[in-house]
T-cell receptor, first 113, second 112 residues
Framework: DGGITQSPKYLFRKEGQNVTLSCEQN?????MYWYRQDPGQGLRLIYY???????QKGDIAEGYSVSREKKESFPLTVTSAQKNPTAFYLC????????????FGPGTRLLVL | AQSVTQPDIHITVSEGASLELRCNYS??????LFWYVQSPGQGLQLLLK??????LVQGIKGFEAEFKRSQSSFNLRKPSVHWSDAAEYFC??????????FGTGTSLTVIP
């Protein structure tokens, strides 16, 4: 069954802690994306990757880091430098050609303790 | 600069009534346009997309959208709303490198 999986569904972060959100896809897509969703602000792009071992910053990359060591995996680390990390995080993937649909995972909700 | 505007933050309709959600975009080249739906606590599901050809696009769940280049609009419509259509709806434009720019969303409430 093809798709995108994100884990965990809920994640709690303590002050000064880094946490990593997992995103895996088996759609054989080259491009992967991380978005942050806050109420009333829609989706904002954090990072994206169009090919393995390469990624670019989106509009709100500060306080976040990513890696793309495998085509099917694009983990996002929320570092202690991100002062307001509470949000819903969505991962997506697509072929790289413009106009192709982005397919979304179910999301991870990050809460700060 | 690319942008998408959804002027209606929240809309309430009665079940069985018609629906139109507005979307305006700003993009320098030929736009690729999308509508997604999101249920609470879930990811986004594609409803329909436009990239060329017929300006009236049919999607899933009985939705359709019309691309109007002169008005820079891509409004979503449904003739008869069902209670299960209550959700958040997002319009997006696809830009170079297949980056998407999303609107801020319209929340739909359906009353019996």
């Amino acid at each position: 069954d093809g798709g995108i999986t994100q884990s965990p569904k809920y994640l709690f972060r303590k002050e000064g802690q880094n946490v990593t959100l997992s995103c895996e896809q088996n759609l054989n897509h080259d491009a992967m994306y991380w978005y942050r969703q806050d109420p009333g602000q829609g989706l904002r792009l954090i990072y994206y990757s169009q090919i393995v071992n390469d990624f670019q910053k989106g509009d709100i990359a500060e306080g976040y880091s990513v890696s793309r060591e495998k085509k099917e995996s694009f983990p996002l680390t929320v570092t202690s430098a991100q002062k307001n990390p509470t949000a819903f995080y969505l991962c997506a993937s697509s072929p790289t050609l413009r106009g192709e649909t982005q397919y979304f995972g179910p999301g991870t909700r990050l809460l700060v303790l | 600069a690319q942008s998408v505007t959804q002027p209606d933050i929240h809309i309430t309709v009665s079940e069985g009534a018609s629906l139109e959600l507005r979307c305006n975009y700003s993009y320098g080249a030929t736009p690729y346009l999308f509508w997604y739906v999101q249920s609470p606590g879930q990811g986004l599901q594609l409803l329909l997309k436009y990239f060329s050809g017929d300006t009236l696009v049919q999607g899933i769940k009985g939705f359709e959208a019309e691309f109007k280049r002169s008005q820079s609009s891509f409004n979503l419509r449904k003739p008869s709303v069902h209670w299960s259509d209550a959700a958040e709806y997002f319009c997006a434009v696809g830009a170079s490198g297949n980056q998407f720019y999303f609107g801020t969303g319209t929340s739909l409430t359906v009353i019996p």
